[in-house]
């Protein structure tokens, strides 16, 4: 083969360059010319260069999966044992390939931007889609210099690999976490391009809003579940028991989670009200500029975390990327400000906008303040020269009476109509639901939940969960009176034909039940440590543990210390086997823990050390983990409730003329 | 993020000039602080070998013909080598290392290549094919460079006489700086 | 700079000035109490990283929670399985700490190697680890269970 991988690797990502550039060209001709033909060929520029990059990424799996260890990015995270799926999504094992995938994704969506976008709104579409094709280019100009080429060839070909990082060959997780992040923080491009486009072009209006609602929504919705899929991934993989550790690469995928859910709403505001338009593009600005600020935190290396990448040459070059971004769009909005003045303003506090501004402030704050945490080391750093870390105390305290305080919200304000409420409306929205909270301040207390925030808590949840019950109820019983239809249609006509604002319901419900997850196994987890011999037994919480064996097994691939453990609760009897894993090539022996998931609890095993020399003892560490599986199960929650709401309700005409509309429904039906 | 403080301070009539300003000096901040961390290396907590006695180790030879071990090598100045098959750096510093063992094979001076998480038949290879005659020897599940706080291959450590680490190279390393580390420790009475 | 943020959406409307004023205010009072609390809680969260001889020429009180980093000296690592009972020496060449902990020690914790402990030092002198975390510097490489940098 004279022709390899790296070639045609190469060679399509530097082709793919040329026509991102060829794109900008085209798309700013579109756009100041309004002109088919500069329109058509920014398409076509956009068609060809993600095409070139699909072809990049394939003919990087394609040396992985062929070990093509020519390649140093292979050689350094393949080996010839590695099986065929760990190879494929060794792509994004380390930076240069997951710098390659991010490239791909923003490929495509200015690919899709370029031709379902630019059917309406051509102008503001296409000053977006050069926008677009200026970041794709940024992005293809990162991977064709040698700072993140992942095409750059090997001097010489080793007989075999590294081989990919033990952490990451040790579950199926890993295929699914990464992507979904940076789907999300990719996404995100889009609003932040028509917010750019709209400020170049001096509009005033929301255009640029409506026409990228869903790429929010969807970007938003992705980056949730890749948070959701992260802190799942540690749970199950890195053993010590938590799934969430305020990381720094944590802190960065929830930071423009946080701007991203604040935008969301506030966008509603502008849409009824006229307000907030400055607001709402600073949201989207601060949204990218933190996926930026992510990804260099953690591709740069200059903060110590479970995930950074190697210290970088990329670095430098992403913090120049995110300061244009800055200066860019400041410089726009200063720019533009006369352009930006509301047209009314904020009501009644009692009124859904103001519950909207509370909750942004909020949201915002807990943005600011977790930042300020993840960054604080480098301030300290910088200005005294210690060296110190903030730990989860620090956002376990912030962020605890920002989350109970926007579960609050998240209750009250779908129950308050805009402009104010006036006594008779409170009473009549808050009734069961202030039942509903006392009801699950007594179901905490109940289960021996102690202390306020886990009691606040359940409360709040319950609240929550009784106003979306009441809405719904509400929804199907005016549906049924107007159109007769029974409750089974009335329900599918609310989800259809209002799927943004009942989708967003169902969100809320997910919400509250990954809040009541979080209390229950923040505070309700019980650890008991025991060193054991085999035959030994330990009790935690309901549950007994045996040790029954401690056996050495060789694998082709590694050796591993398993600890075969028997348990026994209210729920039946199970096996688990913590282990620890050695690879050759690493040094650091990985341990797994063995964990039975269950609805009430989970049983968390690690196998924290043993007797090397007899196998005569080991001690085991066994974490009782209530609801903790609910976490998952709201993830998925949130994640239904997102497509609801981003599926495009059933011919809009029908919309506007509801009774024909039903009949026409339930005559479909 | 601090960037919705444009959009805020916009609105906020009577500083509103200042609050720019404020928004703008906490984005400079904000970035000079992100600039500033490329100063440090994240990975360095300070394990500060240098200066202390360097781990003991016993060794397999990669060549499965005995053992070698630093403490027989007391009395030489000795520099340790962490390499591996896989490492591109490895293989553009070995023609130093080879010249650099001509040059001190017969005096005082012993080289010590040790394979770094890598299997030995790659390492085996490597060494076959780029040659090189100094003893090599394959660390024992990482824990030798892990006694010497090895960050990644390749890694270059000067041992004076007494055994105690003088230097460490990260890095592929050159002639120049192989032969005046080892030429300092010559020197060095001990 | 939060408060700037607060009152970001303040309008001029006619209507209503008693009541935006109002609005504007619980945002106000809502980003200062998130901002004060931030601040306390960073001060009293902040885990200074010392090695054993910056340890002692702080003079570190008794209690102070603190991250000590340094190497396990050869010869010292104990670890006792019926009781949990580990102890070490950690020091830096010029200064020797004695550490004890309770609990298994993470993988890695070898003798020779980096390991940082995060505790405060008893009044005989001794520092009682909380937790233990043997480090290994190394490209992109997590670390083994039971030491995840922050993990509670």
Redesign the interface.
Known sequence: MSIGWADIGAGALRAALLFALGGIVAAAFAARYRDVRGLRSARWCALVAFALVVLADAAMIGALVTHDFRLAYVAGNNARETPLFYSVISLWAALEGSILLWTLVLAGATTFVAWRGTRALPRLATTALGILFAMLAFFLLLVTTPAADPFVASPFVPENGRGPNPLLQNNPLMALHPPLLYLGYVLFSVPFAYAIASLILGEGGDRWLVATRRYALVSWALLGSGIVAGAWWSYAVLGWGGYWAWDPVENAAIMPWLTATAYLHSVMVEEKRRLLRTWNLALVIATFALTILGTFLTRSGIVNSVHAFSLSAIGPLLLGYLVAILVVSCGLMLWRSRELADGGSLGAPLSREAIFLFQNVLFVAATVTVLLGTLYPLIAEALGGVQLSIGAPYFDRVQVPIGLALLFLMGVGPQLPWHGASRATLERQFAAPALAAAAGAALALGSGMRGAAPVLTYALAAFVAATVVQEVVRGVRARRVLHGEPAAHALAALFRRSGRRYGGYVVHLGIALIAVAIAASQAGAVEVERTLSPGGAMQVGQHEIRLDALSEVQEPQRRRVIADLWVAGPGGETRLSPSFAFYPNATQPVGSPGISAGPADDVYAILAAYDARGKAWATIRVRVIPLVSWLWVGGLVIGVGAVIAALPPPRRREVHLPAIAAEAAAGAE | MTTPNVAASRRFTLTGRTANLLVIAVLVGLIVVLALGFRRDPRDIRTAVVGKEAPAFRLERLEGTGTVALEELRGKVVVVNFFASWCVPCREEHPALVRAWERYRTSDVVLVGILFQDSVESGRDFVRRLGGTWPTVVDDRGRTALGFGVFGPPETFFIGRDGVIEGRHIGPIDEDTLVRGIETLRRKPS | ??R??????????A??IG??R??AL??LA??IA??F??VQ??A????????PTEAKERGLAAGQTA?L?G?VE?GTLR?E??T?DLRFVIG??VSRVLVIGT???P??L?E???A?VEGAFAADGVFRATQVIA??????????????????
């Open positions: 700079m939060r700037s943020r607060a009152t970001g959406s303040d309008g001029r409307g209507q209503g009541e935006r109002l609005v619980a945002a809502l980003a998130i901002g609390i931030a809680s960073l009293g969260s902040a885990v200074y990283y010392l090695t991250r980093g190497q050869a670890y399985p019926t949990r830096d060449g609990g298994a020690p993988g890695l070898r020779g190697a980096g940082v480090k290994h510097d190394e490209v992109y490489e997590a670390p083994p269970p039971g030491a995840t940098p922050s993990r509670r």
